[in-house]
């Protein structure tokens, strides 16, 4: 297991190193500069900012210079935010992200895996069609037009919950929400799938001959092999629900990265688009590799050597 | 009825379901089981035999399947008529079952022992180092070497005839007055299998279980079986003492099944078989099932052949026998 890990994390580096090379190249690629804003700036200033954060040198140096740094763990400095680095930056920002994240994550599993189960025991019947129709709106629906559908409903007419605010927990609610719909209607019918595949082996037969209850024979013998494709669906799903909340931030103005990430892209702030592009791929990567332990440790038949 | 009956099946009916179109698996079977006895059933794929066993324990999936009518009984109660958790107190307790494929039939992602021990923590409600003490005991009973080490290992670290011992050490381990076993050596080697049928028959007289087996393989039922009931099409065609259906089989297919039988005594050039293919049990023929493929079709065979008494042990349903 340890040399799995060893050999996944060696594995990671040329990954980072084409996205490295391919964002550096394809930011420059963009129309505009970090200093060609709304604001005119006198050409001397351009010039001295450029030479500044070293962007007058020519490109294969700036690029061989942001290896370096990248290799001494500095993501660079924000060209928008005079003073402030992209680390900082990140450590900002991603405590909100990962709150926001991790409860959508949550609701994802607990209702998701909850509903394909129900779905799959009650197979072909009203409730299984119910909740499969409510999940394939829950993929169709995009999370700008559900927000704000739950913003009037929950924040409007009820009042029970804000509509922008955030600090408290419950202001967590209403996008965590909006931001796992998706990932409820995915993971409950993928779950739903992989069950009803369990459910028709002949170990499951054989189980219920032994006399177990049902609820023994699914969730002690079914639901280990149901539950496998899920397993390989929440890593990048987490990933996508840490780094990916862009709109959710933006309806329910969440200062997360997601903010950023856009405010960056427009401002071209190179470093910090670079920067939150390779540690989202960083994330992603070890969330595959979490993925391919935890998948190790549920089918024994898998080892790792 | 008398005690030592124990297990009496009658008209049993299971038909599936599907697209407008009803397939009727087991339609009508009846039969006894003596205490002590085994019973053989003996048919080609698709006859309904494993279907006649997994409707006694009710453990036919809805859909698409249904036991649309008939009785079991098994200790003077009817198990079609029971509880859910009346007939769950049975399964595996005082009815177990071995399946056919023992590469599919446990479970890959538990340790052997996690399944053994569930059953007798289930149903004689041992303590969890009582079952694992439980457990090792019948591993070893089965003949499995080094059972306290192995007993943490998956079923795929297992070959497929340990396998099958498994199953055997899981069914018996609650020492149950009936024992079904669907074809217990189909998915096994020819070496295997005779292993593992000396085993369940070793283990039949010690623990004293009644034996149904299910087979297509008259060469197993010869020498395991008091009693055997051959099915056809959802149906059985000829019931009779071991030793007598071998000798003077009735039923034109018992006939052209043993006949099937390659014998190594005779200088065969060919191996004989029933010309034609099983009937599509959505679709049966009018009259006798096996008609099409009978050599002997008479004009009555048109109509359904009531099964008929041969002698006190012996029966038949086929228009020849009046």
Redesign the interface.
Same mark, same amino acid.
């Given at each position: 297991m340890l040399k799995l890990i060893i050999r996944r994390l060696l594995g990671m580096i040329p990954v980072l190193f084409i996205i490295i090379t391919l964002t550096f190249f394809l930011i420059r690629l963009a129309p505009g500069n970090p200093f060609a804003n709304d604001k005119a700036f006198p050409e001397e200033v351009i010039q001295a900012l450029n030479k500044q954060y070293g962007l007058d040198k020519p490109l294969h140096i700036q690029y061989f210079n942001y290896i370096t740094e990248l290799a001494k763990g500095n993501l660079g400095p924000s060209t928008r935010y005079a003073g402030k680095t992209v680390n900082e930056m990140i450590a900002e920002h991603l405590p909100t992200s990962l709150a926001l994240g991790l409860i959508a994550y949550g609701f994802a599993l607990i209702l998701g895996v909850s509903i394909g189960i129900i779905s799959s025991l009650r197979q072909n019947s009203s409730l299984d069609y119910l909740s499969m129709a409510i999940a394939m709106f829950g993929i169709s629906i995009p999370s700008f037009v559900l927000g704000p559908l739950l913003v009037i409903v929950f924040s409007l007419t009820l009042f029970w919950l804000p509509p922008a605010r955030w600090g408290e927990p419950k202001h967590l609610i209403l996008p965590a929400l909006t931001l796992s719909a998706i990932y409820i209607a995915y993971i409950a019918r993928l779950t739903r799938s992989g069950m009803l595949e369990v459910l028709r082996a002949d170990y499951i037969r054989t189980a219920r001959a032994k006399g177990l209850t049902e609820s023994v024979v699914v969730l002690r013998h079914a639901l280990r092999g149901g539950i496998i494709p899920v397993v390989s669906f929440t890593g990048p799903a987490l990933t996508f629900l840490l780094a990916g909340t862009i709109v959710v931030e933006k309806i329910f103005v969440i200062p997360g990265l997601g903010r950023i990430f856009i405010e960056a892209a427009n401002s071209r702030d190179y470093f910090v688009v670079m920067g939150l592009t390779l540690f989202v791929s960083i994330l992603l990567v070890i969330m595959n590799l979490l993925v391919d332990i935890v998948i190790g440790l549920l089918d024994p038949r898998i080892s790792y050597k | 009825m008398s005690t030592n009956i124990i297990l009496s099946v009658r008209n049993l009916q299971t038909y599936f379901y599907g697209d407008g179109s009803v397939v009727k698996a087991v339609d009508g079977v009846s039969f006894e089981l003596k205490k002590g006895e085994t019973l053989g059933i003996v048919g080609e794929s698709g006859s309904g035999k494993s279907v006649t066993s997994?409707s006694i324990?009710r453990?036919i *999936?809805y859909?698409p399947g249904k036991i649309i009518g008939g009785e079991v009984v098994f200790d003077n109660k009817d198990l079609m008529k029971l509880s859910? %958790?009346e007939i769950?107190?049975?399964?595996?307790?005082r009815i *177990?079952?071995i @399946?056919q494929?023992p590469m599919? %039939?446990?479970?890959? @992602?538990?340790?052997i022992g996690a399944q053994l021990k569930?059953?007798t923590e289930?149903?004689e409600g041992l303590s969890s180092s009582q079952a694992r003490k439980k457990a090792i005991e019948m591993l070893e009973l089965v003949g499995i070497s080094d059972a306290s080490r192995r007993i943490d290992d998956?079923p795929?670290q297992f070959s497929g005839g340990m396998r099958q011992r498994v199953?055997i050490a899981?069914a018996l381990s609650c020492k149950p007055e009936l024992l079904i076993a669907d074809e217990p050596t189909t998915a096994l080697d020819v070496t295997i299998q005779a292993q593992i049928l000396e085993l369940i028959k070793g283990l039949k007289e010690k623990i004293g279980t009644s034996v149904i087996l299910i087979t297509h393989d008259l060469g197993i039922v010869a020498g395991m079986t008091d009693h055997i009931a051959v099915m056809y099409a959802g149906k059985i065609v000829e019931y009779a003492p071991t030793e007598e259906l071998f000798s003077t089989p009735h039923h034109p297919y018992t006939k052209g099944l043993l006949k099937s039988v390659p014998d190594p005594m005779t200088d065969q050039k060919q191996l004989f078989q029933i010309p034609g293919l099983p009937p599509d049990l959505s679709r049966l023929p009018k009259g006798c099932p096996f008609s099409p493929r009978c050599s002997n079709v008479k004009a009555e065979c048109q109509e359904f052949p009531p099964i008929k008494q041969i002698n006190a042990n012996h029966y038949s349903a086929c228009w020849l026998e009046n």
């Open positions: - | 997994l324990l453990l *999936a859909p859910e %958790s769950r107190r049975i399964r595996g307790k *177990a079952m @399946f494929d599919t %039939s446990l479970n890959p @992602f538990m340790t569930e059953i289930l149903h998956y795929h199953m899981m």
